[in-house]
């Protein structure tokens, strides 16, 4: 039988930040949710986070996850105090329990189930990971032999300067066979440093402990501050940009790019530079976005393209073009073949194929058919101050320049509206409307007597 349990009741004083360090995204997906996922395919009996500093807003946010045992250790005075915690909540457990950092979020699943797996043909009471670190400072020092045994752990500021030049780091990620670490836990001590309970002192009570040592030291990067927190969004983009260029997509200056885990892309896409893709996104084929453009939760067909605009919560059919300086904000639907072009704004609107908005739009709670073409300035007045009305628009209508829709508005099929109407009445298909003064012209005006 195997147990998780994530350590995820720190303040994370070194982030100086409001939110507690678990809590704290990357990539889209907090550190937490990332430890978690890294060991999901070993398919763990129990899932066990202990939670302390802020527990509750912790449990609140994971609570969308199912089977997940929160374990609260309060106060929070070290690692090994918080696997204390688990002493009576896993009374009479057998097997082994994995232990994650909860500020460890690079791990890639192979790693940790080949420390199991490795754990469990050594037979040993516990296998760590490690790591050879170009800087080690700030990470506890494992003392280990050459066959991979290991004799016990010094954190860096309990460390002489001898022991410091021994970059062989502890991850935080550790195997236990769990009666093992059962029976030695309650003998831990405070004497160090910093006068806490240490987790890694176990290891040196235990006989048998192993070490495995990665390959990729980028998996084991902790987080403590801002700037690791960078380095590890560093790590993960590139990550995340490799496998979309091994998968053909075109980054043009792919540093300059960040995506989340939740994006797909078809063939031939092209990303240009200061392009960022967040939460839940699916780009078809030969779509090209960018220079300098935000899409995030959007769906987007093939052969689209987006010039320095923002795309939110809205679904693109094929061949549609976007911008520059276009928002597409949530529910917006735009059909096959449309063009929103520059300082154009649509909200919760459906677009239908072949329509245009190109300049100077603002569409929110509207229906346009197909093959619309909206004037230079066109505004759905949506909004009466307190409750916000649909405008309809038939296919093959016109709007003129600056025409001003009050909502609630319906406009049939092949619809002419002259250039600067307010209309406010509904208006037949194939009618023109107009709606505005009258123009009035006074002939030598310049002459008149004074
Ligand atoms: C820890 C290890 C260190 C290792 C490093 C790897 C110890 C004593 N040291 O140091 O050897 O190299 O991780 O990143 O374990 N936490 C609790 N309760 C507490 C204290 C901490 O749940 O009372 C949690 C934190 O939320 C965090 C994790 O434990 O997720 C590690 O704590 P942290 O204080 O960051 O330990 P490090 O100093 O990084
Ligand atoms: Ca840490």
Same mark, same amino acid.
């Given at each position: 039988?195997?147990?998780?349990? @994530?350590?995820?009741?720190?303040?994370?004083?070194?982030?100086?930040? /409001?939110?507690?360090?678990?809590?704290?995204? !990357?990539?889209? /997906?907090?550190?937490? +949710?990332?430890?978690?996922?890294?060991?999901?395919?070993?398919?763990?009996? =129990?899932?066990?986070?202990?939670?302390?500093?802020?527990?509750?807003?912790? +449990?609140?946010?994971?609570?969308?996850?199912?089977?997940?045992?929160?374990?609260?250790?309060?106060?929070?005075?070290?690692?090994?105090?918080? *696997?204390?915690?688990?002493? $009576?909540?896993?009374?009479?457990?057998?097997?082994? !329990?994995?232990?994650?950092?909860?500020?460890?979020?690079?791990?890639? %699943? %192979?790693?940790?189930?080949?420390?199991?797996?490795?754990?469990?043909?050594?037979?040993?009471?516990?296998?760590?990971?490690?790591?050879?670190?170009?800087?080690?400072?700030?990470?506890? =020092?494992?003392?280990?032999?050459?066959?991979?045994? @290991?004799?016990?752990?010094?954190?860096?500021?309990?460390?002489?300067?001898?022991?410091?030049?021994?970059?062989?780091?502890?991850?935080?990620?550790?195997?236990?066979?769990?009666? /093992?670490?059962?029976?030695?836990?309650?003998?831990?001590?405070?004497?160090?440093?910093?006068?806490?309970?240490?987790?890694?002192? &176990?290891?040196?009570?235990?006989?048998?402990?192993?070490? !495995?040592?990665?390959?990729?030291?980028?998996?084991?990067?902790?987080?403590?501050?801002?700037?690791?927190?960078?380095?590890?969004?560093?790590? !993960?983009?590139?990550?995340?940009?490799?496998?979309?260029?091994?998968?053909? @997509?075109?980054?043009?200056?792919?540093?300059?790019?960040?995506?989340?885990?939740?994006?797909?892309?078809?063939?031939?896409?092209?990303?240009? $530079?200061?392009?960022?893709?967040?939460?839940?996104?699916?780009?078809?084929?030969?779509?090209?976005?960018?220079?300098?453009?935000?899409?995030?939760?959007?769906?987007?067909?093939?052969?689209?393209?987006?010039?320095?605009?923002?795309?939110?919560? /809205?679904?693109?059919?094929?061949? *549609?073009?976007?911008?520059?300086?276009?928002?597409?904000?949530?529910?917006?639907? *735009?059909?096959?073949?449309?063009?929103?072009?520059?300082?154009?704004?649509?909200?919760?609107?459906?677009?239908?194929?072949?329509?245009? @908005?190109?300049?100077?739009?603002?569409?929110?709670?509207?229906?346009?058919?197909?093959?619309?073409?909206?004037?230079?300035?066109?505004?759905?007045?949506?909004?009466?101050?307190?409750?916000?009305?649909?405008?309809?628009?038939?296919?093959?209508?016109? &709007?003129?320049?600056?025409? *001003?829709?009050?909502?609630?508005?319906?406009?049939?099929?092949?619809?002419?509206?002259? %250039?600067?109407?307010?209309?406010?009445?509904?208006?037949?298909?194939?009618?023109?409307?107009?709606?505005?003064?009258?123009?009035? &012209?006074?002939?030598?005006?310049?002459?008149?007597? &004074?």
């Amino acid at each position: 039988m195997l147990a998780v349990a @994530v350590l995820a009741a720190g303040k994370g004083t070194r982030m100086k930040s /409001a939110l507690p360090k678990v809590l704290q995204p !990357l990539a889209g /997906a907090t550190l937490v +949710e990332r430890v978690l996922a890294s060991a999901k395919n070993l398919q763990p009996e =129990r899932r066990l986070l202990i939670v302390g500093h802020q527990a509750e807003r912790v +449990e609140q946010t994971l609570a969308h996850l199912s089977g997940l045992e929160f374990v609260l250790q309060s106060p929070q005075n070290g690692t090994g105090h918080a *696997v204390q915690q688990l002493l $009576p909540v896993m009374d009479g457990f057998a097997g082994e !329990l994995l232990v994650l950092n909860g500020d460890v979020p690079l791990l890639r %699943a %192979a790693t940790i189930d080949a420390l199991v797996e490795g754990h469990r043909n050594s037979g040993a009471d516990v296998t760590l990971l490690t790591a050879r670190l170009a800087d080690p400072t700030g990470y506890g =020092r494992v003392f280990a032999d050459s066959s991979g045994q @290991v004799s016990g752990i010094i954190e860096h500021r309990d460390c002489s300067e001898e022991q410091r030049q021994n970059n062989l780091t502890n991850a935080g990620i550790y195997c236990f066979n769990w009666a /093992a670490l059962a029976a030695v836990l309650p003998k831990l001590s405070t004497d160090n440093d910093q006068g806490e309970l240490y987790l890694t002192d &176990t290891v040196a009570m235990l006989p048998r402990a192993m070490h !495995l040592e990665v390959d990729d030291p980028d998996e084991v990067n902790g987080i403590n501050n801002r700037k690791q927190l960078a380095q590890c969004e560093g790590v !993960l983009q590139q990550r995340l940009r490799d496998y979309w260029m091994d998968e053909g @997509v075109t980054f043009v200056d792919p540093a300059s790019c960040t995506l989340s885990e939740d994006c797909s892309f078809g063939r031939d896409v092209v990303i240009e $530079p200061q392009t960022h893709l967040r939460g839940c996104c699916s780009i078809g084929d030969n779509s090209k976005l960018g220079p300098g453009s935000l899409i995030e939760n959007a769906s987007l067909g093939a052969r689209v393209d987006v010039v320095q605009s923002v795309v939110r919560d /809205a679904r693109v059919g094929d061949d *549609v073009s976007i911008g520059p300086f276009a928002h597409l904000r949530p529910a917006a639907e *735009v059909g096959n073949g449309c063009r929103i072009g520059n300082f154009v704004e649509v909200k919760k609107s459906r677009l239908g194929a072949g329509s245009k @908005v190109n300049h100077l739009s603002y569409i929110g709670d509207a229906s346009l058919g197909e093959n619309v073409n909206v004037g230079a300035g066109t505004i759905t007045a949506n909004y009466d101050g307190v409750n916000k009305h649909q405008t309809v628009i038939g296919d093959h209508s016109k &709007t003129g320049a600056n025409s *001003v829709l009050v909502a609630p508005v319906t406009i049939g099929d092949h619809v002419t509206i002259g %250039a600067g109407s307010t209309i406010t009445k509904d208006v037949p298909s194939k009618a023109l409307s107009i709606g505005r003064a009258r123009q009035m &012209t006074k002939d030598n005006w310049a002459n008149r007597s &004074t």
